[in-house]
C-alpha cells in the first residue's frame, strides 16, 4: 500500500511539471517516457495516471515529430507488450495506443514501423475473443486506423490459432458489419451520431474492404488464377457480408432523407453523413451493377447533400474565385493561367464557387455517377435531379483549381460522365452550362498543360472529343486535333476518330 502511494504520488508530481513546456522538455531530456511506460505495463496501481502523464506529455504530433527518436521506442514497447500480455493489461494497452496513435498516426506509422505486427496480433486477440463493448470499440477504432495508413494488408499477414492467412481478414469485415449493423438499427439519430467515432471507423474498413474484394477479381480475371490470399469462399464469405451491410446502410440513408431535407442538414456535414457517402460512394464506384433497386430514389438525396456540402463553406459565405497567380511550380500551376487568350472563355468564370478540399463530398461519388450515367434507369432519375448543371458547375471549379494528380483524376470521372450524358441523352447539350464545359474542356487541351504535365490517359481526349462534336464545336474540334498533329500525338487522333466513328459520328 505504501509502495501504491508512492507511485501515485510520484505520477503526480510528474504530471505537474509536465502541464508546462519547460517541465515537459525537461521529461523528455531525462528520458522519463520510458519508465512511465513500463510503469503503466508493470504497475497497476497507477495505471490511470500513467495514462494521463503520457498523454499530457503526448500531446501534439509537433510534440511527437520532435522527440521521435524517444517517442518511438517507448511505442515500439507498448506494441510488443500489447501482444505479449493476456491479461486486463492488454486492453488498457489497446486504449493507451489508440489514444497516442491518434495524435502521432502521419509520424508514427511508418512502412519501416515493424511494431505494427505486434499491433495487430494484439488486436486479432482482442477481437477473436469476448470481451466488453468499450473495448471491443477501441480495438475496432485502432484497426481502422491501421487500415486507413496500411490497407488491408495488415489483417491478411496476421495468423489466428494456426489459421491460413486470409481468415482474420473475412472475420474482421464479418464482425464490423455486425457492429455497423447493431449501431445503425438505433432508433434515434442521436445515438447513431453520438457513435461517429465507431461508426466512421467500420465505414473506413468497409471502403478498404470493396476496394480489397474488387482488387481480388481484376486479379483472377487477369491472369486466370485465383487468389492465394483469399479463397473463393474467402470471396464469397466477403460479397455476402458486404452486401447484407450495405442494404443496411441504404435503409439508414433512406431514413435520414425522410428525416431531413439536404437544407436541414446543418454544413459542415456531420462526421456519420460524410463517411456514409462515402462508403455508398465506394460500393457505388464497384458494385454499380449489384446496386438495390432502393438505392435510386436515394440518388438525388445524395447528389442534393454532396452539392450543397461541396460548394457550401461552414459560414455559408460563396468563395469567388481570384485570377490566379503563376507559379513556377508545373504540380501547382493553376490551369487557367496558361491558356492561350484566342479561346473564348465561358461566361461567368469569376461567379463560380471554389469548393474547400476537406468538404468536396462530390468526389466520392464521381466513379460510382460515371457507371450510374451508363444505364438508362440511374440515369434518368438523375438527370431528374439536376446532374448536369451540378456535374457543369463541379467540373468548372475544379478546372480553375491548381493541377495534381487528384484533380486530374476528377477531371476524368467528370469528362466519362459527360460523355455518357451526351452519347446517350443528345438533348443535353442545349443546356448553357453544358457548353460552358465543353469551352472549357477546350481550352484545357489547348493550353498545353494537360498534353505537357498531366499526361492524362487516352481516353479522356476522346471523351472530350466526342463532347465537343455533339455540342456543335466542330471547328474547336478540328483545332484540337491540329495541335495533337503538332505535338507528334497521331496515336491519339487515331484513337479520337476511332471513337467517333463507333458513336457513328462520321
Known amino acids: 500500500?505504501?509502495?501504491?502511494?508512492?507511485?501515485?504520488?510520484?505520477?503526480?508530481?510528474?504530471?505537474?511539471?509536465?502541464?508546462?513546456?519547460?517541465?515537459?522538455?525537461?521529461?523528455?531530456?531525462?528520458?522519463?517516457?520510458?519508465?512511465?511506460?513500463?510503469?503503466?505495463?508493470?504497475?497497476?496501481?497507477?495505471?490511470?495516471?500513467?495514462?494521463?502523464?503520457?498523454?499530457?506529455?503526448?500531446?501534439?504530433?509537433?510534440?511527437?515529430?520532435?522527440?521521435?527518436?524517444?517517442?518511438?521506442?517507448?511505442?515500439?514497447?507498448?506494441?510488443?507488450?500489447?501482444?505479449?500480455?493476456?491479461?486486463?493489461?492488454?486492453?488498457?494497452?489497446?486504449?493507451?495506443?489508440?489514444?497516442?496513435?491518434?495524435?502521432?498516426?502521419?509520424?508514427?506509422?511508418?512502412?519501416?514501423?515493424?511494431?505494427?505486427?505486434?499491433v495487430a496480433v494484439g488486436l486479432s486477440d482482442i477481437l477473436t475473443n469476448k470481451t466488453d463493448a468499450v473495448y471491443r470499440e477501441d480495438a475496432l477504432c485502432l484497426a481502422a486506423i491501421l487500415c486507413r495508413e496500411h490497407g488491408l494488408d495488415w489483417a491478411l499477414e496476421v495468423e489466428v490459432q494456426g489459421k491460413r492467412p486470409g481468415t482474420f481478414l473475412v472475420f474482421l469485415i464479418y464482425l464490423v458489419g455486425a457492429e455497423v449493423q447493431i449501431q445503425l438499427y438505433q432508433s434515434e439519430f442521436s445515438a447513431v451520431f453520438a457513435q461517429a467515432k465507431l461508426i466512421s471507423s467500420c465505414f473506413l474498413m468497409l471502403e478498404a474492404a470493396v476496394m480489397r474484394l474488387a482488387s481480388v477479381c481484376e486479379d483472377n480475371q487477369s491472369d486466370g488464377t485465383p487468389s492465394t490470399v483469399l479463397t473463393p469462399e474467402d470471396q464469397l464469405q466477403l460479397h455476402t457480408t458486404l452486401t447484407d451491410t450495405f442494404a443496411v446502410i441504404v435503409q439508414f440513408l433512406d431514413t435520414l432523407r425522410q428525416a431531413h431535407t439536404p437544407e436541414d442538414l446543418c454544413f459542415p456535414l456531420h462526421p456519420v453523413t460524410m463517411a456514409t457517402v462515402r462508403v455508398v460512394g465506394a460500393w457505388l464506384a464497384e458494385e454499380s451493377l449489384a446496386v438495390p433497386t432502393e438505392l435510386y430514389t436515394l440518388l438525388p438525396f445524395l447528389l442534393a447533400v454532396c452539392q450543397k456540402a461541396t460548394f457550401t463553406t461552414p459560414t455559408s459565405t460563396p468563395i469567388t474565385l481570384t485570377a490566379p497567380t503563376p507559379i513556377s511550380t508545373p504540380t501547382s500551376t493553376p490551369i487557367t493561367s496558361i491558356m492561350p487568350m484566342d479561346v473564348p472563355l465561358p461566361a461567368g468564370d469569376a461567379s463560380l464557387v471554389l469548393c474547400n478540399e476537406e468538404d468536396d463530398m462530390l468526389k466520392f461519388l464521381l466513379p460510382g455517377l460515371h457507371h450510374l450515367t451508363a444505364d438508362t434507369t440511374p440515369r434518368k432519375v438523375l438527370l431528374g435531379a439536376n446532374l448536369s448543371h451540378v456535374m457543369s458547375k463541379y467540373f468548372l471549379a475544379v478546372s480553375e483549381s491548381p493541377c495534381s494528380p487528384e484533380m486530374k483524376d476528377r477531371l476524368i470521372s467528370c469528362c466519362g460522365i459527360f460523355l455518357n450524358l451526351t452519347v446517350t441523352?443528345?438533348?443535353?447539350?442545349?443546356?448553357?452550362?453544358?457548353?460552358?464545359?465543353?469551352?472549357?474542356?477546350?481550352?484545357?487541351?489547348?493550353?498545353?498543360?494537360?498534353?505537357?504535365?498531366?499526361?492524362?490517359?487516352?481516353?479522356?481526349?476522346?471523351?472530350?472529343?466526342?463532347?465537343?462534336?455533339?455540342?456543335?464545336?466542330?471547328?474547336?474540334?478540328?483545332?484540337?486535333?491540329?495541335?495533337?498533329?503538332v505535338c507528334g500525338m497521331c496515336g491519339v487522333l487515331v484513337y479520337i476518330c476511332v471513337c467517333l466513328c463507333v458513336c457513328g459520328m462520321c
Not at 9 to 24: P, V, Y
Not at 60 to 71: A, M, N
Not at 442 to 463: D, K, M
Request: proline share 1%; aromatic share 6%.
Open 1 to 118: 500500500e505504501e509502495d501504491r502511494v508512492l507511485i501515485v504520488d510520484s505520477l503526480q508530481c510528474l504530471h505537474a511539471l509536465g502541464i508546462s513546456e519547460l517541465g515537459r522538455e525537461h521529461l523528455f531530456r531525462c528520458n522519463s517516457l520510458e519508465a512511465i511506460a513500463q510503469c503503466f505495463v508493470l504497475h497497476q496501481a497507477g495505471q490511470l495516471e500513467c495514462r494521463s502523464l503520457l498523454l499530457t506529455l503526448l500531446s501534439s504530433k509537433e510534440v511527437i515529430s520532435t522527440h521521435i527518436d524517444l517517442v518511438r521506442p517507448v511505442v515500439e514497447f507498448l506494441g510488443h507488450e500489447f501482444k505479449r500480455r493476456q491479461d486486463k493489461v492488454k486492453l488498457e494497452l489497446c486504449s493507451l495506443l489508440l489514444s497516442v496513435i491518434t495524435v502521432g498516426e502521419e509520424v508514427l506509422l511508418t512502412k519501416e514501423s515493424t511494431w505494427l505486427k505486434n
Open 425 to 485: 441523352e443528345p438533348d443535353i447539350v442545349k443546356d448553357s452550362s453544358f457548353v460552358q464545359v465543353a469551352l472549357m474542356a477546350a481550352r484545357l487541351l489547348v493550353s498545353g498543360l494537360i498534353l505537357s504535365v498531366c499526361h492524362l490517359e487516352i481516353s479522356y481526349y476522346s471523351h472530350l472529343c466526342v463532347c465537343l462534336y455533339v455540342c456543335g464545336m466542330c471547328g474547336v474540334l478540328v483545332y484540337i486535333c491540329v495541335c495533337l498533329c
